[in-house]
C-alpha cells in the first residue's frame, strides 16, 4: 500500500520561505517520479514541480520557475519542496504525488498524499 505523507506546512508571511517534505512508503521511490501539486480555494488542483527519479529532470509551472526548489533524497524516500518568495496567492493545500513517469498532469499522476497546508498572510 502507497503512503505518501507531507509535512512542512504553515503560516508565512509573504516574501518568505517553507520547506514542505513527503515521505514515501509502499512503492518503489527511487523508481519513481515525484511531484507537487496545489489546490487553492475555489480552484481546480494544479501542478507546481515534478522531478525524475534520478533527480536529473525537473519541471516546473511558470508560477513558481524561479522561487521554488524540488529535490529528492532516495536514501530516504522523501521529496521536497523549497519554497522562497511566497506570495498571497501560492495559498493552497499542497499534495505530492507518485509516477511511475516524469508528468505533470494531474490526471497521470498515480498516488497521493493528503495534502499540507500552506497560508501565505501577512
Known amino acids: 500500500q502507497v503512503q505518501l505523507v507531507e509535512s512542512g506546512g504553515g503560516l508565512v508571511q509573504p516574501g518568505g520561505s517553507l520547506r514542505l517534505s513527503c515521505a514515501a512508503s509502499?512503492?518503489?521511490?527511487?523508481?519513481?517520479?515525484m511531484g507537487w501539486l496545489r489546490q487553492a480555494p475555489g480552484k481546480e488542483r494544479e501542478f507546481v514541480a515534478v522531478?525524475?527519479?534520478?533527480?536529473?529532470?525537473?519541471y516546473y509551472a511558470d508560477s513558481v520557475k524561479g522561487r521554488f526548489t524540488i529535490s529528492r533524497d532516495n536514501a530516504k524516500n522523501t521529496v521536497y519542496l523549497q519554497m522562497n518568495s511566497l506570495k498571497p496567492e501560492d495559498t493552497a493545500v499542497y499534495y505530492c504525488?507518485?509516477?511511475?513517469?516524469?508528468?505533470?498532469?494531474?490526471?497521470?499522476?498515480?498516488?497521493w498524499g493528503q495534502g499540507t497546508q500552506v497560508t501565505v498572510s501577512s
Open positions: 504525488a507518485a509516477s511511475e513517469y516524469v508528468v505533470t498532469s494531474e490526471a497521470d499522476f498515480a498516488s
Open positions: 509502499g512503492l518503489s521511490f527511487s523508481r519513481s517520479a
Open positions: 522531478i525524475s527519479w534520478t533527480g536529473f529532470s525537473k
